[in-house]
Nanobody, 123 residues
């Protein structure tokens, strides 16, 4: 069983930055595909970013050049650095892992989820 705990969300003005963290306990972190999703009110949960075991990263187009996902296997932690934030980035952000496989953009195919952290960007 893997447990995930996110932190770092909050309220920020447009153009500002936040860094989300997600600490994992249980399992072998270095074997995980890691990712971040977000869900805005009234919308479906959507893929944001992922990082493979070897460090290859993918992003949705709307965050490319503004967000950066990273991992620290020694600390069992993944990060999402969010810069140049926009009001449309407002959502609950969730971290997720998938053992032995890259993160899927289909939420149901990923194994474990954190509880979510709220990010609110004011205009």
């Amino acid at each position: 069983q893997v447990q995930l705990a996110e932190s770092g969300g909050g309220l920020v003005q447009a153009g500002g930055s936040l860094r989300l963290s997600c600490v994992a306990s249980g399992g072998t972190f270095s074997n995980f595909g890691l990712g971040w999703f977000r869900q805005a009110p009234g919308k479906e949960r959507e893929f944001v970013a992922a990082i493979r075991r070897g460090g290859i990263t993918t992003y949705i187009d709307s965050v490319k050049g503004r967000f950066a996902i990273s991992r620290d296997n020694a600390k069992n932690t993944m990060y999402l650095q969010m810069n140049s934030l926009k009001p449309e980035d407002t959502a609950v952000y969730y971290c997720t892992v998938r053992e032995g496989w890259p993160i899927s953009t289909t939420p149901a195919e990923n194994t474990y989820w954190g509880q979510g952290t709220q990010v609110t960007v004011s205009s």
